[in-house]
């Protein structure tokens, strides 16, 4: 199987060719509810998610961001539903991660608050083997506390305890709300551009160098950028012609968004 690579072509057709336990990371979001407008191409859930079990190495990771379309002023669900339904053929739900938009499209009298988060279910085969935790810095970082609680002993001198001073680090892991803007700084003919950094910071967590990404939903190509950015292998799969060209472009100019 070629790797750095954009297939066109139906991501389900294409992921049978693989050999079992192949992909080492899969970053991708598909197009869900309607939500996005693609060409009126129905994918068969059910069977990729199959597939993307059956291709994924043992301790590797599925990285699926999705969200729920409002239909008659109910939310649909489907994102519980595929979740769940991996949970059902195998996957760990290891983690379930938010991604919140800081530019959100605005509510206009629909009687909810404005939306501006996307799941992004994080699917392991078994535990995760890779797990590059990503930091960001602590507010009190450097500050020193006196952790002596005094009160929880006697206060004869041969049970009180020693004084322990502690210093806050200068570094923590992230939670797993992670914020970025809505699409990308430039028209790339696309209805749906994923965050770079999203993706990257996925990769970055959950892969090392050398290691296969895939996106089997390449869209405009942003996860094979950001694993080639990275140096890491690639596949992408997408089945619209336009799009999959779009993504060779990106990875041949290094195009930025």
Request: proline letters at 4%; charged letters at 25%; glycine letters at 8%.
């Amino acid at each position: 199987m070629e790797t750095n690579v954009c297939y066109q072509g139906d991501c389900l057709e294409v992921m049978k060719t693989f050999p079992d336990k192949y992909i080492d990371l899969t970053v991708t979001s598909p197009p869900y509810d309607n939500l996005r407008t693609y060409n009126g191409y129905n994918f068969n859930f059910e069977e990729i998610a199959k597939e993307l079990y059956r291709i994924t190495k043992d301790g590797g990771v599925v990285i699926w961001v999705v969200g729920d379309a409002t239909i008659k002023g109910s939310e649909t669900g489907t994102s519980f539903k595929q979740a769940l339904y991996f949970k059902e053929i195998g996957f760990n739900l290891h983690d379930t991660m938010i991604w919140r938009k800081t530019t959100p499209v605005p509510q206009f009298r629909t009687k909810r608050y404005t939306n501006c988060f996307e799941y992004m279910f994080v699917f392991s085969k078994g535990q995760p083997k890779i797990c590059n935790y990503l930091e960001t810095k602590c507010k009190t970082a450097g500050n020193k506390k006196n952790r002596n609680n005094k009160g929880a002993f006697s206060q004869n001198s041969a049970d009180r305890p020693r004084e322990e001073i502690t210093t806050t680090k200068e570094m923590k892991i992230l939670d797993n709300v992670w914020e970025y803007p809505v699409g990308g700084k430039k028209d790339l003919g696309h209805p749906a551009i994923f965050p770079e950094k999203l993706a990257e910071d996925h990769i970055l967590s959950w892969s090392n160098e050398g290691d296969i990404i895939l996106d089997p939903m390449a869209g405009s190509g942003t996860t094979l950028k950001m694993a080639k950015k990275n140096n890491r292998n690639y596949i992408g799969i997408e089945i619209y012609e336009k799009y999959c060209e779009i993504a060779r472009q990106r990875l041949r100019q290094g195009l930025l968004l």
